[in-house]
């Protein structure tokens, strides 16, 4: 089955594309607003665009209204968020998150998850992700800025946590970090069974 984009409308084109690609890593990103609100948000089209300078990537997808989430309405104004990795344990919360709550309401409250200091930033963490990336806003670029368009987000690491258990000589354990992927839908993927291929 072929499907020429130009024939497709934009429920079509965005099924194909975050139903195929995966699974994919999900960014859970916590920003506060200039009026002090601690803001949480999950995105999955989120990968690493750099790591010499150390650079994260994340897209925000327009909604059907045409503005801005509270997450890069946030980073425009502040400058500053932390990318908390979601391990397996906190899936469900993490899930709670994704409601469309009023910008003068916090995600954190809402969804339980309980918050802590970070270190460079004034933005919050998620306490208990095992791995934190305190970030600053680098760019954004605008692709689309009708409903499903997207605005790519670059963002420039300036400390990251990682827990005790996860470190060793060797860098983070892939075998400790219990993370979680996104699929199509509703559906999410876990990391529980895990193979070792050598490169040739």
Known sequence: MIFEI?????????????????????????????DGID??????????????????????VTPTDGLDKDTL???LETGECVVNIVSANLVEGMNQTSA?????????????????????????SVMHSPIRYECKLREVQRI????????????????????????SDAGIDPLVLDT???LGGDFFSLTEQKIALKRP
């Open 180 to 182: 979680v992927g996104k």
């Open 6 to 34: 130009s024939n497709e409308k934009r429920p079509s084109n965005y099924r194909l594309l975050s139903g195929g690609v995966t699974p994919r890593p999900i960014a859970w990103i916590s920003t506060r607003s200039a």
């Open 39 to 60: 803001n949480l948000a999950p995105y999955s089209f989120f990968t690493v665009a750099s790591c010499e300078p150390p650079v994260l990537m994340f897209t925000q």
């Open 100 to 124: 469309g709550l009023a910008h003068t309401e916090s995600e954190f409250s809402f969804a339980n998850i309980e918050a802590c200091n970070s270190h460079d930033v004034k933005a919050k």
């Open 144 to 167: 689309g800025e009708l409903p499903a368009g997207g605005s790519v987000v670059m963002l420039d690491v300036v400390a990251v946590y990682v827990n005790d258990a996860l470190w």
């Open 73 to 75: 309405r946030n980073l």
